[in-house]
């Protein structure tokens, strides 16, 4: 009982999450764009990323009388601008005319986008089996319009603008504010996917915090949840190694544990996400335009398109640490206050913190952590001063050396002034002995040892410290040689000597 | 019983005890749904509806509890029925809500009527104020029976019930009431406890229940 509260700190609560990350992360500008669907297609759009292509939108209800409905394509969807929770959105995947044998192909209204539909069929396949008749003859009455939903229910003209109508009035906006309804293409799902997701398109859920991607779930619509990616309408979520883009372990709706797709032998986890850093990259730059410290951005694999960002979240719910059997808290502590400049690094950061189940079995036979070539490392110095840096592992290197600003934060910046003073610029190497130079360096504070470095920059004298590295949790006390690394892009180089007790995966 | 010289004070300035008493507990009621927000996970609809449903199960005194529940009962499963009465004419929302408070209140003046066929006048007696908050509650439910299903409508009206009753039997409790007639100070204790509930971020109760599937794993 008590071990079940110590495991749940790890996790993110709803007051943990509203007052640590989104009230002081997500700035109101940010906030607007998330909850403006139009909005956050028009700002992304204009930074070159993907979205789903925008077909018309409606704003009121004069607006609504005006619009002709025979220039929609023959599947579209159509959504509130401030829906939540998939709430209000309406797809339909082909037209149907009232008096056309069922096969025949519905060429009549089809925008270039959309591809011709069996109205019989329910899943964006190709038309390539039906004989194509000319366009001539297949000229649609202008009264029967219609159009078939997933399940096969047909949609008029009258529907769509009752839904419409629903939508200006703010139905489906947060609480009841006149709301403005549009039509966006409607994404043809990836072969991939087929499978696992019933009727409407899955869809990826990112986190990223600062930057970094911290967690991701894969989320499959499931006939309970009527074709829609969300969980608490029934969903599925998969969860998603980051480093791989392997999905993992899953659970459908609230919270119940699965390994196969419902009803059918498929196993859900070991899907590979096509496109994963794309995924990644996209979801990281939605960050930095959005301005939203703590995002939740939903990505979709189109068949042609590849990622398009359907949605950003200001809030993002907390379902997404169930379906990945992991904490959200531990994983953004382990990420605060890292300064992360570029996309690509924040992509690293993140695909090595957080990627790795099938590392932890390499673990538990080798007794040995698995690390990646840059890994965050602590510096605990003099005094228990502590510095918490990215580092190159290197086991080309034989020790570890760090740069001397970092060690002067770390309380050595007498112990290095005191050693430059007696180096005085001499070629020490060359011209004491051994003894002369134990007897040199005695009087040096805080001085472990000195060293000659042979490196590829050719060899220096360095003053050796004690300090002690934590790498994955993991503490080893260290002697490190202390030397300028300012033009390196890493501070800090760790090397064999400290890397006995962990595996290196070059992947990471 | 013997009161605080400034809530003497107050009652001299012509104030009614009960009025001063209810004002008094009100920060009370709030701090309480505050707190089944913050650390059970209890939610509710907001911390209005639960305060004013408190307040008027008071008012239904002397049988609040029995004759405040049956009422908030009635007016939920009349929402919940209408709902799905209307639900085919596809009709705007709030000339919908208007049909929706329209019929409440009839069915409310059929209760009161029925209680006193049956010699139960004590539910007709009551005044009308609680009775019409009890029927405005429909909108909140009407409402969020639109944005989040009838499911979660029916979850919180139960809980905004929950916390109502809790709220009615604490405010009704005589050991506080006097408490705080004699040392209304206390009431500033409040003020610390929100503050402190203000900033806490641990999970709730509710949340451990949420991720107990996954707690071994972690």
Known sequence: MFDFFKKSQGLLGMNARNLDYIRPSNRKRGMEIADSKLLCKRTLKKNNLGVPALIAKIENHEELEKFDFSTLPNSFALKPNRGFGGEGILVV????????????????????????????????????????????????????ENWVKADGSIVTVDDLKNHIRNILDGSFSLSNI????FFEERLKLLKLFKPYAYKGIPDIRVIIYNRIPIMAMLRLPTKHSDGKANLQQGAIGVGIDLATGTTTTAILGKGHIIEYVPNTRLILSGIKIPYW???????IDAQAISHLGFLGADIAIDRERGPVILELNARPGLSIQ???????????????????????????????????????????????????????????GKDGKEI???????????????????????????????????????????????????????????????????????????PVVHIELVMDTLSIPARVSVIDRAHLEYPVIVGRKNLRKFLIDVNK | MEYHPLITFFVEQGVPIQTVLLLLMLPVIATLVAFFRQVIGIKAFGIYTPSIITFALLAFDPNGVKYGIAIFVGVIVVGMIVRFA?????????????????????????????????????????????????????????????????????????????????????????????????????ILFTFLINFSLGKWTGLRVTEYFRFRKIARYL
């Open chain 2, 86 to 186: 209307l639900k085919r004419f596809r009709l705007l929302y709030l000339p919908r809500v208007a049909i929706t408070l329209s019929i409440i209140s009839l069915a409310i003046l059929i209760i009161l009527v029925i209680g006193g066929m049956y010699q139960r006048t004590g539910l007709a007696a009551v005044s009308i104020f609680p009775l019409l908050i009890m029927i405005t509650l429909a909108e909140k439910f009407v409402a969020t029976q639109i944005e989040k299903g009838s499911h979660i409508a029916f979850i919180l009206a139960a809980e905004t019930l929950l916390i109502s009753v809790i709220g009615y039997y604490l405010i009704s409790w005589n050991a506080l009431t006097t408490l705080i007639l004699r040392f209304p100070w206390i």
């Open chain 1, 93 to 144: 995947y082909g037209r149907k005319k009232s008096t056309a044998p069922q096969s025949s192909p519905l060429n009549a209204h089809s925008s270039p986008s959309a591809t011709p539909l069996p109205a019989t069929k329910t899943t964006p396949s190709d038309s390539t089996n039906t004989p194509e008749k000319p366009i001539g003859e297949n000229e649609t009455n202008p009264f029967s």
């Open chain 1, 277 to 283: 850093k794309d995924v990644l990259r996209m979801a």
């Open chain 1, 178 to 181: 006149p709301d403005i309804a």
């Open chain 1, 388 to 462: 918490e840096v990215e580092a190159k592992i290197d086991t080309g290197a034989d020790s570890t050396a760090i740069d001397t600003e970092l060690a002067k934060e770390l309380g050595f910046a007498e112990t290095l002034r005191i050693f430059d003073e007696k180096v005085a610029g001499r070629d020490i190497m060359q011209e004491l002995t051994k003894a002369e130079r134990e007897l040199l360096f005695s009087s040096v504070p805080d001085l472990a040892d000195t060293t000659s470095v042979q490196s590829s920059h050719g060899a220096s004298y360095r």
């Open chain 1, 322 to 380: 169930l379906a990945n059997f992991s904490g959200l808290k531990s994983r953004l502590n382990r990420v605060k206050g890292l300064q992360v400049k570029t996309t690509e690094r924040g992509m690293r950061v993140g695909m090595n913190l957080f990627g790795g189940e099938i590392e932890e079995e390499i673990e538990e036979l080798s007794g040995k952590r698995v690390i990646g070539t840059i890994e965050k490392v602590k510096l605990i």
